[in-house]
């Protein structure tokens, strides 16, 4: 048969079982599917209904313990039964992979360019100047801004953002003929999602390359894949074409994630509520040295004069493009990292806090971070992971009462206790995600720093937990400071708004007027950005006086 119409990648009834002692869970059962080269295939469905699990059986890189069955052709060749080194020659060349969660797929102990030369390296490419102006090449096709500069820049010194770019720069090295991408834009802002997808559009078009999309986003699939399929608790529930799946989807699990959004309007600010946290003309600037002697030479404003203030029962959301300094602010507040001005909390002023005087604070003041496998430790249980602040700040509780506190904290964040004694990686990252949430709010803080808190969850879950969210502000009277790229979350938590651009504050106020009626150029530009890659992002009034 014809190999051009022959589908480049076929998986046939595929199932992936994983064994704890004597019980067997089913984490795919029976799986097909073909992706024709050239074409985007999308598997969508809610966080655990084994669609990364099914991505990751194609190269073989299921977790200990996993049993897979079935076929998967790639190219005609069943990438389950052939040897390994057959098997190396094709992954990280012919078959590549964006991993949800660059953080923990990057090394921390290497700079940019070594992990992009090593791909490179590894399939063939020799000569460090050719390798070099590849690597460059690369990060300038992913949008990263002075690539020269950044070759030697270490994972934890980008944004989120920009680690997921050096990741897709990683997968492209060796124009690959399948692209495997697992969220590839859970960590981008909306202008650099639009930036990807045309960037990974314009490499389909010019390679002929396959994309296996995974996603929560149907925004994304509506508007990026020729075919969708929808997967529920291992199985695949419904597939076809975007344009028929999405017009008229026949299987009511289909139909509810379709109809599925954050829902509700913000706890409304009350202007007379105490200040729990503020700060003014808060500065964070990094030094840049060179040289010999390493003298400083200049500074990264991250975060450049914002003046900001957090009152009691209410959220203020912080949205930018990635590196804007949402995420260095709230850490500033937080007294993570070192910054000028000041800071006062609960009326306290606390910037020139030792970490001795900041300790007893901590229980007070929380934070759920934007990648939860790295801010998860695999070596602890979730029970641990959740009562680690328990231990430290209430030393008095026993272990069943530490546990039960747990247990209730698990409950609320819609996960089932019975799972507390498992570990991170026995979980999808919407679950994961959860965990996070249960470990911030089981110390009962007042002031809750939520960094891109909903990233990494599906739609039906993001709903879920935003409903979690202000119910859990408005009983215990939470201040929350909320960073987000997704404006339907924000619209949905947040009664202030403040939008940010190289380390300043360009617009802000009331969330609903600034929706509304953005003043500010690049705020008509970022909400316009969104409008186009988020499904009924705001309403139909809102995205009119937005494109005015």
Not at 481 to 510: Q, T, Y
Not at 519 to 543: C, I
């Amino acid at each position: 048969m014809d190999a051009k119409t022959t589908p480049l990648l076929d998986v046939r009834n595929l199932s992936v079982s994983f064994l704890h002692g004597s019980r067997e869970t089913i984490a795919v059962d029976n799986v097909s599917f073909s992706l024709e080269r050239g074409k985007t295939l999308a598997l969508v469905g809610e966080s655990g209904s084994g669609k990364s699990i099914s991505a990751l059986s194609i190269v073989r890189l299921l977790p200990p313990g996993a049993i897979p069955a079935g076929e998967a052709f790639f190219d005609g060749e069943n990438m389950l039964t052939i040897p390994d080194a057959r098997l190396r020659a094709i992954r990280g060349a012919r078959i590549t992979m964006v991993f949800q969660e660059p953080m923990t797929s990057l090394n921390p102990l290497h700079t940019i360019e070594q992990q992009i030369a090593e791909i490179l390296e590894l399939h063939g490419m020799r000569g460090r100047d050719a390798m070099r102006a590849r690597v460059i090449e690369l990060l300038m096709e992913v949008g990263i801004p002075n690539p020269e500069a950044r070759l030697g820049a270490y994972p934890h010194q980008l944004s989120g953002g920009q680690r997921q770019r050096v990741m897709i720069a990683m997968a492209l090295a060796n124009k690959p003929d399948l692209l495997i991408a697992d969220e590839p834009t859970t960590a981008l802002d909306v202008t650099v999602q639009a930036q990807i997808l045309a960037l990974l559009e314009r490499l389909q078009q010019t390679y002929g390359m396959a994309m296996l999309f995974i996603t929560h986003d149907l925004g994304l699939v509506r508007r990026f894949a020729d075919t969708v399929c929808v997967m529920q608790k291992g199985r695949i529930v419904e597939q076809g074409d975007v344009a028929t799946v999405f017009s008229a989807p026949s299987h009511p699990y289909t139909q509810a994630l379709l109809t599925a959004e954050p829902k509700g309007d913000p706890i409304i600010e009350n202007a007379q509520a105490p200040v729990v946290v503020s700060a003014d003309n808060l500065r964070v600037w990094f030094p840049i040295k060179r040289g010999f002697m390493r003298r400083t030479v200049d500074h990264v404003k991250a975060v450049d004069g914002v003046t900001v203030a957090v009152r009691e029962g209410a959220t203020v959301g912080v949205v930018g493009e990635s590196g804007s300094g949402k995420t260095t602010l709230a850490l500033a507040l937080l007294r993570l990292i070192r910054s000028e001005g000041p800071i006062v909390f609960l009326g306290q002023r606390i910037d020139g806090d030792s970490v001795a005087e900041m300790r007893p604070l901590r229980r007070d003041m929380q934070i759920v971070f934007q990648d939860p496998y790295g801010s998860l430790s695999p070596r602890m249980s979730v029970a641990e992971i959740v009562a680690e602040g328990l231990t430290v700040q209430r030393p008095e509780l026993t272990l069943d009462q530490r546990r039960e506190i747990v247990a209730r904290a698990l409950k609320e964040t819609g996960l089932d206790p019975a799972t507390m004694d498992r570990y991170p990686h026995e979980f999808s990252g919407g679950q994961r995600q959860r965990i996070a949430i249960a470990r911030a709010m089981v110390l009962e803080p007042k002031f809750v720093v939520l960094d891109e808190p909903t990233s990494a969850l599906d739609m039906s879950v993001q709903a879920q937990i935003i409903d979690l969210l202000r119910d859990l502000q408005r009983r215990r009277s939470l201040a929350y400071l909320f960073i987000s790229h997704d404006l339907r979350v924000v619209k949905a938590l947040a009664a202030h708004l403040i939008v940010m651009r190289h380390g300043k504050v360009v617009e802000e106020g009331p969330a609903a007027q600034v929706f509304a009626q953005p003043q500010k150029e690049y705020t008509r530009a970022l909400f316009a950005a969104a409008f186009r890659n988020q499904a009924e992002a705001l309403d139909d009034n809102s995205v009119s006086n937005n494109k005015n």
